[in-house]
């Protein structure tokens, strides 16, 4: 799926009506409940909602003719204030339902072919299927259920769950066996083993996930969740004094202003907004094309400090290609190239077909037809070595150096001298040498280059820039390991890395009290992956290495794991910002509603009315309607996320305290300042 693909519109018509239908059943008490701020500003509502209906019953002054009016028109704003949070959260999970709609069309009770213990093929439906139950699905079906492929070689089909239109290969046997239900065949057939119960797959849990209703809140939410408690009790602490104090100095205080002053002083603008930056994070990483298992997976990869990443495939293509041919001392480059092709003609892989396009470029003598008379002789791990077998009896082969060496040496052949020193030249260059050898005779060396991917130098130093180190593991020697290290711009290698190496990496790395994240895909990558903070599996890869990690590329890109951290790390700056913002705002509002409450009474509280509020009550009532009308302006911000730039932790926190701290105190005082010119004149028209 393409980045263009990704970009959807922020809010639909379906998800805005279903939004509001959430923000009014989200009023629930026991639901409400879950966020004590927001809690606190229902119970403010109902308990103004009876003193609009009987206005002295908490014992305000019988005498104020305004103070039904006023009481009602507190109680509509801390009503809008609730809607207006519950909002918030209801299209982010709005976003996350309309998702979750499309991947529910995937999915679909079929007909299957399960395969009994005696060979035997009956039809049955996938919602019967068991674990280790063996299908059959032809070209043209649907795969029933998640699991492994036993048997067989095929196209399929992903494209209902990754959204990529290019048939994938799945075959027994590889770290591409892995199929996910709903998925179709497109060619040949499968024969698969079940590997989820009903009910569990892949495709289930992603709905689920999608949806929010597996959503928990994560150790920092849970955390900065207590702390907006504890700032909301101190608050309450504080008003109820204030009530007693204001008592005492004769001033007669309503007590929906104190109710007023409350819900302005408590963070309601992050108390509102909370689990909607964490929906959305989450909603941000699916849309991606990955799905996280859980929210904390997503906040984990915000807090990563060191990248465990493998060569093939993420830092480089994997595919090594011909870049030159170096001939021995005494051989010809034209000979070179001829034998090089005459071993390569029939070879199927990448390997041998760019061996044949870069002789073609350079101007081999060998023609295409060549290939009629020869014998191709395949690469085996055993023999490490291919090549050709021509009618009149010559042998070529190409293969590892120690390979060749040794067959010519047991031939009774002789080696150039020069030979060690072009291999160990090309390792050196990050390549991996061929040697081609025609009738026991070496004639030099085939220099086979895995590219590293473009763009990958840049992406390394932004990740160093925010404090990020880069390992590469990688199965080659550490003279060729430290060549691509370099060009690829990693911090660290591991070379001739072995599965156990790299679970040792991130023990080590875990030791120092780092959090560690990596990709993998196969079987032995699953001890890894679950070892790791971040473990990001390939959606190509086997069941353990998905069932290991905490988050699924659906994509299959190694290099993804680089954006999945910067989703992460904007999701805790999301966060920050906007509690710097809420707590910020308090300072703004204290100065329209202190100096309103006492001015009055205590001539020189006018001080502190540096705004030059009209009214005590315009001054109360415009700091309501903003504490209200901020929550629904942030919405955008806390769906799509403050704008994430590579930098030091010291000079992020210097930045956004700037921008949301000093934001957070000059906005309101503007904001309250513009409703305070709006609201005074009405209030007027109303006598209060």
């Known amino acids: 799926m393409s980045k263009k693909q990704q970009k959807t519109k922020f809010v639909t018509n379906d998800i805005l009506r279903s939004s509001i239908t959430g923000a009014f059943q989200k009023l629930h008490p026991k639901y409400m409940v879950k966020n004590p701020v927001m809690f606190v500003v229902e119970i403010g509502f109902v308990l103004t909602l009876i003193m609009t209906i009987v206005p002295t019953i908490f014992g305000d002054d019988a005498s104020l003719g305004y103070l039904r009016s006023y009481n009602g028109i507190v109680c509509a704003i801390l009503f809008v204030t609730v809607l207006f949070a519950n909002f918030a959260e209801s299209v982010a999970e709005g976003r996350g339902k309309a998702q979750a709609a499309s991947l529910k069309k995937t999915k679909q009770d079929t007909q299957s072919r399960l395969i009994g213990r005696d060979g035997t093929e009956s039809t049955v439906s996938a919602s019967r299927l068991k674990k280790d139950d063996i299908v059959l699905v032809k070209a043209g079906e649907v795969i029933p259920n998640d699991g492994e492929v036993v048997e067989g070689i095929a196209s399929v089909d992903e494209s209902a769950i990754t959204g990529e239109s290019a048939p994938v290969t799945r075959e027994a046997g590889t770290d591409f066996s892995s199929v996910t239900g709903g998925t179709t065949v497109v060619s040949d057939w499968l024969k698969i083993r079940i590997t989820s119960r009903p009910g569990e797959s892949f495709l289930d849990k992603m709905i689920a996930l999608v949806e929010g209703a597996s959503r928990q809140k994560t150790p920092n939410e849970i955390a900065l969740n207590t702390l907006l408690v504890g700032l909301t009790v101190i608050f309450m602490i504080v008003v109820v004094c204030l009530y007693p104090f204001a008592t005492y100095s004769g001033v007669q205080i309503p007590v929906s202003t104190m109710i007023a002053l409350l819900i302005c002083l408590i963070p309601t603008t992050i108390g509102g907004l909370l689990s909607a930056i964490g929906i959305a994070g989450m909603d941000r990483v699916t849309r ?194 430290a060549t691509i290290a370099k060009e690829a711009g990693v911090d660290g290698f591991i070379a001739e890395c072995r599965p156990e190496d790299k679970i040792t990496a991130i023990k080590n790395e875990q030791a120092e009290g780092k959090l560690v994240a990596m990709t993998g895909d196969g079987t032995n990558d699953a001890p890894a992956l679950a070892q790791a903070d971040v473990g990001l599996a390939m959606n190509s890869g086997t069941a353990a290495a998905k069932e290991a990690a905490n988050m699924v590329d659906l994509d299959s890109d190694p290099t993804k794991i680089l954006e999945v951290v910067e989703i992460g790390k904007q999701l805790l700056i999301t966060r920050g910002s906007l509690t710097t913002f809420s707590i910020a705002n308090d300072v703004a509002k204290y100065f329209a509603i202190i100096p309103a409450m006492f001015t009055l009474v205590i001539p020189q509280m006018q001080m502190l009315n540096i705004m030059k509020l009209s009214t005590p009550m315009s001054a109360i009532l415009s700091a309501l309607i903003f504490n209200a009308i901020i929550i629904p302006c942030l919405i955008p911000i806390a769906m799509r996320g403050v704008k994430y730039q590579p930098m030091s932790a010291e000079r992020m926190l210097l930045k956004n305290m700037g921008i949301y701290g000093l934001g957070g105190i000059i906005v309101p005082f503007a904001g309250i300042k513009l409703i305070d010119c709006i609201v005074a004149p009405l209030l007027s028209v109303l006598g209060i």
């Open 288 to 481: 991606f094309n990955v799905i996280a298992m859980s929210g904390k997976a997503v906040e984990a990869c915000g807090d990563v400090d060191t990248m465990i990443l493998d060569k093939t495939g993420t830092i480089t293509f994997g595919n090594r290609l011909a870049a030159d041919f170096y001939p021995v001392k005494g051989k010809s480059k034209e000979d070179l190239i001829d034998y090089a092709v005459m071993s390569s003609l029939c070879d199927p892989t990448p390997e041998g077909k760019s061996t044949v396009e870069l002789a073609r470029s350079l101007g081999t003598r060998i023609d295409d037809n060549a290939a009629e008379q020869i014998e191709f002789i395949e690469f085996t791990a055993q023999s490490k070595m291919s090549g050709a077998n021509l009618p009149n009896g010559s042998i070529i082969r190409k293969g590892a150096a120690d390979a060749i060496k040794a067959m010519v040496k047991k031939d009774g052949g002789s080696i150039p001298k020069d030979l060690d020193e072009i291999v160990e030249r090309i390792a050196g260059l990050g390549g991996t040498p061929l040697v081609v050898s025609a009738d026991n005779v070496i004639y030099g060396v085939i220099y086979l280059k895995d590219t590293v991917k473009p763009g990958l130098v840049e992406r390394f130093q932004r990740l160093r820039d925010i404090g990020i180190k880069t390992i590469m593991c990688t199965g080659d020697n550490p003279l060729t390991a």
